[in-house]
C-alpha cells in the first residue's frame, strides 16, 4: 500500500537548447499556488533540465543528480546560497548557517562543528531518552481516556525539548515551550505564505505580516534571554550557546556578537526540531499504513534492547529502524526544495549557466527520478539494506544535503529519532485513527496536509527506570 500521491516526473534529459517557459508571471504564480503540481508537469513536459522565469528571475531547474552533485560538491565554490528565496528566508533566520553565504558561513561552520561531533551527540543520550519517557508518562493520560492524539503536534513538543535541552541546556516549563511552539509555527507559516506570493514587502502592514512580526519578537524575546542567561553565566559551559560564545575563529580570533548568535540559534532550533517533528510525523503515518513494517521493526527492537531503555551505543544494531527514517527521509525529506546561485558563468548538462542564474532543485522529486529508484512511490526500507546498498550512499539521495554545506547535525537528528522510534515501540502501538491517504503540503518544510491522529494501545508494561530497566 502507498502511502504518496502519483507525482512522479519522467526520466529524460534534454539534448537541445534548455526548454521551459519563459518571460510570463504565469509560471511564478503556478509554482507559488501549487509547486509540487507545477514542479511534476514541468518535469514531465520539459526533463530533468529546464528554465522558467520565478519571481523575475531566470532559474534552471534541475532534476537528475548527477546535475545536482554538480552544484553540491564538484563546483560548489561556484554556487553560493543568494538569490530571492534566500533573501527572504532571511527576514526570519538572519545570517545563520542555513543562509549564511561565503566568507561568514565558513567561519560559523568551523566554529560550530565540533559541537556535533560523534562523541559529543553520545553524550546527549541520557537527556534525550528521558525526554522521550517524559511524553510518553504524559501520553498515558489520553491512553487511558481513549483520546487520540495528534502526533504532528506530539513529535514538535518532543523535539523542540530534546534540542533545547541538549543543545541549549534549557528545561522551560509547558507554558513557555508552548509560546515557543506558537510563535515558531505561525513565523513559518507566514513567511512561507510571503515567499509563495511576495507581492508587498513585509514591511507593509497587512494582517498577515503583522502576525509575522509580532510572533518573530516573541521569539526573539526568548532567544535574546537565553543569550543574556548564559551571558551571566547561568547556563552550562558545556552547552551549545556556551560553546558558540567562548568559540574564537583561529585566524581573526572574533567571537559571536549577540545578533549573530540570535541568528544561529534559531536556526538550530529550526533545523533541529522542525525538521526532526515533521519527519517522525510522517514515520508513524507510514508505520500505520505498512503493518508489516511496523512488526519488522518491533521484531528488532525486542531483539536487540529487551525492554531496557536504550542508549546511543545501541543504535547501530538498530539497522531496521534506520531503514525505516531513510526510506521515509526519501519519500517526505522535509527540505523539499532547495536553490544555489551561480557565481560565474557555468555549464551543466550541456547548457549555458550565466552569473547571476537562481538554481532550484526539488528533493521530492529527485528520491523519486526513476533511473534511480525502481517503484519510487512504494514505501520499502529494504531500499537501503546493506545488500542492496553497498558503500552506504545510494546516489541520488540527499535527505541531509551534499558536499560542504551538508546539514551539520545529521547525526544527532538519526539518532534523536532512532531512539524516539524504539523507545515508543517499546511501550505503545499507534493505531491510526483513518486510513485515508494524508498529501503532502510544501510550506518551508513538507507538512502533512492533515493532522496524522492515532489512538493509543499499551505494547508492553515497562519496570520504572529507576531500576536501571527499561
Given at each position: 500500500m502507498s502511502g504518496t500521491p502519483p507525482l512522479t516526473s519522467k526520466s529524460r534529459r534534454p539534448n537541445n537548447r534548455p526548454p521551459g517557459p519563459r518571460g510570463s508571471f504565469a509560471p511564478t504564480l503556478q509554482f507559488q499556488r501549487t509547486p509540487l503540481e507545477f514542479l511534476s508537469r514541468m518535469l514531465d513536459e520539459h526533463g530533468d533540465i529546464f528554465s522558467v522565469d520565478l519571481l523575475g528571475m531566470p532559474t534552471v531547474v534541475l532534476n537528475d543528480p548527477t546535475f545536482v552533485d554538480h552544484v553540491l560538491k564538484r563546483h560548489h565554490h561556484n554556487y553560493d546560497r543568494n538569490g530571492p528565496a534566500v533573501e527572504m528566508a532571511r527576514n526570519m533566520f538572519g545570517y545563520g548557517l542555513g543562509t549564511a553565504a561565503r566568507p561568514e558561513w565558513l567561519l560559523q561552520r568551523r566554529l560550530l562543528q565540533p559541537a556535533f561531533h560523534r562523541q559529543r551527540i553520545a553524550a546527549f543520550d541520557e537527556m534525550m531518552t528521558t525526554a522521550i519517557e517524559t511524553t510518553h508518562d504524559r501520553w498515558e493520560q489520553a491512553r487511558i481516556a481513549g483520546t487520540p492524539i495528534d502526533v504532528g503536534a506530539e513529535m514538535t513538543d518532543l523535539a523542540l525539548r530534546i534540542v533545547l535541552a541538549t543543545l541549549f541546556d534549557l528545561n522551560p516549563g509547558d507554558g513557555i515551550l508552548r509560546t515557543f511552539t506558537d510563535a515558531f509555527t505561525v513565523t513559518t507559516q507566514e513567511l512561507a505564505s510571503f515567499m509563495r506570493f511576495p507581492l508587498l514587502p513585509l514591511s507593509v502592514p497587512t494582517p498577515g505580516h503583522r502576525r509575522f512580526h509580532r510572533s518573530l519578537n516573541v521569539l526573539d524575546s526568548i532567544m535574546y534571554e537565553m543569550i543574556r542567561r548564559h551571558r551571566a553565566d547561568e547556563g552550562s559551559d558545556q552547552s551549545l550557546l556556551s560553546r558558540m560564545m567562548a568559540a574564537r575563529d583561529a585566524e581573526s580570533t572574533e567571537g559571536m556578537t549577540d545578533r549573530q548568535l540570535r541568528d544561529e540559534i534559531l536556526t538550530m532550533l529550526f533545523a533541529g526540531h522542525e525538521t526532526s517533528a515533521n519527519t517522525l510525523t510522517w514515520v508513524w503515518y507510514l508505520l500505520g499504513r505498512h503493518p508489516d513494517v511496523e512488526q519488522r521493526l518491533r521484531t528488532e527492537i525486542d531483539t536487540v534492547l529487551a525492554d531496557r531503555r536504550p542508549r546511543t551505543a545501541d543504535l547501530p544494531p538498530l539497522t531496521y529502524t534506520r531503514q525505516v527514517i531513510q526510506e521515509t527521509l526519501r519519500l517526505y525529506s522535509p527540505a523539499w526544495h532547495n536553490y544555489r546561485q551561480a557565481v560565474a558563468d557555468d555549464e551543466i548538462g550541456g547548457y549555458r549557466i550565466p552569473a547571476g542564474t537562481t538554481i532550484l532543485w526539488s528533493y521530492y522529486f529527485i528520491h523519486r527520478h526513476r533511473n534511480y529508484w525502481p517503484n519510487p512511490e512504494q514505501f520499502d526500507p529494504d531500499r537501503f539494506s546493506e545488500a542492496k546498498n553497498i558503500g552506504?550512499?545510494?546516489?541520488?539521495?540527499?535527505?541531509?544535503?551534499?558536499?560542504?554545506?551538508?546539514?551539520?547535525?545529521?547525526?544527532?537528528?538519526?539518532?534523536?529519532?532512532?531512539?524516539?522510534?524504539?523507545?515508543?515501540?517499546?511501550?505503545?502501538?499507534?493505531?491510526?485513527?483513518?486510513?485515508?491517504?494524508?498529501?503532502?503540503?510544501?510550506?518551508?518544510?513538507?507538512?502533512?496536509?492533515?493532522?496524522?491522529?492515532?489512538?493509543?494501545?499499551?505494547?508492553?508494561?515497562?519496570?520504572?527506570?529507576?531500576?536501571?530497566?527499561?
Open positions: 552506504g550512499i545510494h546516489p541520488g539521495y540527499y535527505p541531509f544535503g551534499a558536499g560542504p554545506r551538508m546539514c551539520i547535525g545529521n547525526v544527532f537528528a538519526m539518532a534523536e529519532m532512532q531512539l524516539t522510534i524504539a523507545m515508543t515501540l517499546q511501550r505503545y502501538r499507534l493505531v491510526p485513527t483513518s486510513d485515508k491517504v494524508i498529501a503532502p503540503v510544501p510550506l518551508i518544510t513538507l507538512h502533512p496536509r492533515r493532522p496524522v491522529t492515532v489512538h493509543l494501545e499499551r505494547y508492553r508494561s515497562l519496570s520504572s527506570p529507576s531500576t536501571g530497566s527499561r
